[in-house]
């Protein structure tokens, strides 16, 4: 299972087997496509944009890119997010664009095969349901894998271009 | 003792290619009716230059030519003959020789002897066609004894010939005739006795003048020897003197300009020799051939990333051993103070790799307009300002076909016939004019003529013509904008210039591509102005930074007046309108940054805080601020590029401590303050 790449590369259809990154917002775990995640860093002091949603922290420089970090914490409202030397930011790469992602934890790279992957039922995670893959099962560990491209380039986040009218 | 001079070939093709280049350039540029001296003397010096570098290295055909031609620069740049078209036509060709025969030393090609031996001969025709009008010329060859004859330097003939007139001093007859067997080996000789019964050689030959001198040193004194330059056309009445030979007479010896003549010479020579060390030096000699390289921009940006880190990594260092103490890490904090020298200089090397001046793009444009007004009857006299302007390597080489555009649509539309202009009242020489010019995160670049303008009417009813919607009321800039739609074009002809209507609307695709718009500025009868606004993806902005609460922001430094802290008297509030401040009798609208970016400031109370007053399109405003914090340039950086466009956000840049820093807009901030803390936001 070392080299699932190539498969996991563009399409969500459920052959081959793909890694996911898993991380934990609140109580709950969830998965992104590792292929996504450029890199992950501790969160650094961020410069605040004037008259964005409180879920926009603001932009941070990236080794000379200007970055925009978004809080999953703030953009799902659980809870009062802390900030500290344990706050973690999942730096994405999504179709050339890069921007950061500030969760509670990052816990492992999961492997998960076709089988695995169950579709989401129509029930209430934060998410809402057009974001989902699906849900991973992993023994007892139960992932919500989330279509991290849909969600990133959605108006819901605010991140780009023409949405606000 | 050899030197292996072919190591320094390369260096002198380089210069000379450089050189020829220039020469081509200024030649163009060359007002013939009204030449510039300071242009001549340049196109001088060019050849002269080529010429000394030539003499180097023996390439004898290549200073010959470059000698005629430097003959002929020079009188004309005395004023001692007047310069005409054919003259210039004449120099072209000169400088095409030389192409070719510089190709021949450098890669052995074949040389076109015969070509080069026609442009001496037509240069040479030039320069004797004058002698005979310009009263000075004549003056100075027929009068051998006036030192300015030494100083015009001998004039080959058409076989490459020239013409000495060697005066003996007193001299017994039998070294006379030696000297007479001797001279007749260089060439033909004739012979003649002066009225004080010295003997003067009229020698025809192909040698120089040192050769000359050194034959005649075996027999007598150099010093005293006097050769001038022979006037071709003088020259038959001279060999009828010389026909009577007479016993030559003792008298005293003239003293020879010769003897400085070699000296005036060896200056500039030797002048010339040092520049060419030198330039050996700066070069590596093998190399010559690779100055520049070309390197994929992906790795340019990357290394300005790194170093950017580079420059965080250093502030960071310097930050922690501020805390040392100094005494007993004395070395510690040397060696990091020349590492923050290295830093900031490593850099600033870096940066200046992407920007190029626009003058990489204007410098096309002379020769373009040149040949256009000529092609098209037109008188066009161009002006470029802001050439100094830095852009992104990037965005300059994108640039250059919308504008190559914009300029033949100028010319071809905008400029008027001169009879058209001068019934207008005009000049007849209508001005084009490219400019650039920061301005807040943008780079505007302008083309503007003085040219008839857009006729409204005309454009309205093609627009109905191709079906486009418009109406009458529609505004100026709108019915301009209408321009730029696919397929249009008002042009009465279509010319092989422009008119196709393919032009407009190809424009402003490739500068929306570039992330820029286009607005076309005009009024009838007056011009044009077509501007191209651009964002700075890389460029360099002079800024000055100031604090709000604990954000710092950047104001580009071109729109800020002045800052002031005002009294709590000049400060009025207008009901519902926000507040007034009045700076030197003058009422200004006052904008609170906090409250635009919805800041807790220090001061909210405008004579605690600092007042910024900035000025963009005519109009002036105060901004308020806690603190200025300072001035220094900063790297533009699109905010877009991973966000999106953020109102009262130009851009962004990253602070000497690695954070990031906004940069502010300050043409829309002074557009309204109140529409833009309105701006709709998400959701």
């Known amino acids: 299972m070392t080299n699932p790449a190539a498969a996991a590369a563009e399409t969500h259809a459920d052959e081959g087997v793909r890694e996911y990154l898993a991380f934990t917002l609140g109580r709950e775990e969830y998965g992104i496509d590792i292929l996504r995640v450029q890199e992950i860093r501790g969160y650094e002091s961020v410069t605040r944009i004037a008259n964005t949603p409180d879920f926009i922290k603001g932009v941070m420089n990236l080794r000379g890119t200007i970055v925009p970090v978004v809080d999953m914490r703030l953009k799902f409202r659980l809870g009062e997010p802390t900030y500290d030397q344990f706050t973690v930011v999942i730096v994405l790469n999504i179709g050339g664009r890069v921007m950061g992602m500030v969760v509670d934890s990052v816990s492992d790279v999961t492997t998960l095969t076709p089988g695995q992957v169950h579709v989401a039922p129509e029930v209430g995670t934060a998410l809402d349901n057009q974001y989902l893959i699906g849900l991973g099962t992993l023994g007892e560990r139960m992932l919500i894998l989330v279509d991290i491209d849909k969600l990133m380039n959605s108006t819901d986040m605010g991140l780009i271009e023409g949405i606000a009218a | 003792m050899t030197i292996d001079m072919s190591q320094f070939y390369q260096v002198f093709f380089d210069e000379a290619d450089e050189l020829l280049a220039e020469k081509e350039r200024l030649l163009l540029v060359l007002d013939v009716s009204a030449p510039d001296p300071e242009e001549l003397n340049a196109i001088f010096r060019t050849a002269h230059s080529i010429k000394g570098g030539a003499a180097t290295f023996g390439f004898t055909d290549i200073t010959d030519v470059t000698h005629i031609l430097e003959t002929l620069l020079d009188r004309i740049r005395k004023g001692e003959m007047a310069l005409t078209g054919e003259h210039v036509d004449a120099f072209l060709a000169a400088k095409d020789v030389l192409d070719m025969l510089m190709a021949g030393h450098r890669h052995g090609s074949t040389v076109d002897r015969d070509a080069a031996v026609a442009v001496c001969q037509r240069l040479q025709a030039l320069a004797d066609g004058s002698s005979g009008t310009s009263p000075e010329a004549v003056v100075a060859p027929v009068a051998p004894t006036s030192a300015p004859a030494a100083d015009a330097g001998p004039v080959a003939d058409a076989d490459g010939n020239f013409r000495f007139r060697v005066e003996l001093p007193q001299v017994p007859e039998r070294d006379v005739e030696a000297l007479a067997t001797e001279l007749a080996l260089l060439g033909s000789v004739s012979r003649e006795t002066l009225a004080d019964q010295r003997t003067a050689f009229t020698l025809v030959t192909s040698e120089g003048r040192d050769n000359i001198v050194a034959i005649c040193a075996f027999v007598l004194d150099p010093d005293a020897l006097k050769i001038t330059a022979a006037n071709p056309a003088s020259a038959p009445a001279e060999a009828v003197g010389s026909a009577a030979p007479v016993e030559p007479v003792p008298v005293v010896a003239v003293p020879a300009p010769v003897a400085s003549d070699p000296a005036a010479d060896a200056a500039p020579a030797s002048g010339e020799n040092r520049n060419w060390g030198r330039r050996a030096t700066d070069r590596e000699p093998f190399n010559a051939e690779s100055s520049s390289i070309r390197v994929g921009v992906e790795k340019v940006d990357q290394l300005i990333n790194l170093v950017g880190e580079l420059v965080i990594t250093q502030a960071m260092i310097d930050q922690r051993i501020g805390a040392l103490d100094p005494i007993a890490h004395e070395r510690l904090l040397n060696s990091a103070s020349q590492l923050a020298r290295n830093t900031r200089d490593l850099q600033e090397a870096v940066m200046s790799i992407r920007m190029m001046p626009m003058d990489y793009v204007f410098s096309r444009f002379p020769r373009m307009v040149r040949d256009l ?51 207008a009242g005009k000049n007849e020489a209508g001005t084009l004019t ?250």
Do not use: C
């Open chain 2, 373 to 423: 007004a000529g092609k098209l009857g037109k008188k066009v006299e161009f002006v470029t300002r802001g050439a100094a302007t830095e852009l992104d390597k990037g965005l300059i080489e994108r640039i250059v076909d919308p504008l190559n555009h914009l300029v033949r649509n100028s010319v071809d539309h905008g400029i008027e016939m001169p009879e058209k202009r001068r019934a």
């Open chain 2, 434 to 683: 490219l400019s650039a010019a920061h301005q807040g995160g943008n780079i505007v670049i302008e083309v503007s003529d003085d040219g008839g303008g857009l006729n409204r009417e005309k454009i309205l009813a093609k627009a109905r013509q191709q079906d486009i919607p418009v109406s009458d009321t529609m505004s100026d800039a709108e019915v301009w904008q209408l321009v730029m739609a696919p397929g249009f074009s008002t042009a009465e002809v279509v010319t092989d210039v422009s008119g196709r209507g393919v032009g407009m609307d190809v424009v402003k695709r490739n500068i929306g591509a570039m992330g820029g718009n286009v607005e076309i500025r005009s009024v009838p009868g007056s011009g044009t102005t077509i501007s191209i606004s651009l964002p700075l993806t890389l460029a360099i902005l002079d800024g000055m930074s100031v604090k709000v609460g604990d954000e710092v922001y950047i104001l580009p430094l071109g729109y800020v007046v002045e800052s002031l802290q005002p009294a709590p008297v000049d400060v009025k509030e207008i009901a519902g309108q926000g507040k007034l401040v009045k700076v030197r009798e003058e009422y200004l609208p006052l904008i609170p940054l906090y409250q635009i970016f919805d800041i807790e400031p220090a001061f909210a109370d405008p004579s605690q805080g600092i007042l910024v007053i900035l000025e963009s399109e005519g109009k002036k405003a105060a901004l308020l601020v806690d603190s200025l914090v300072g001035q220094q340039q900063v790297v533009v950086k699109n905010l877009e590029s991973n966000f999106r466009k953020v109102a009262g956000i130009s851009g962004a840049t990253i602070l000497g401590d690695g954070g990031v820093s906004l940069i502010l807009d300050v043409s829309a901030l002074l557009r309204s303050s109140r529409q833009l803390s309105n701006d709709p936001v998400f959701f």
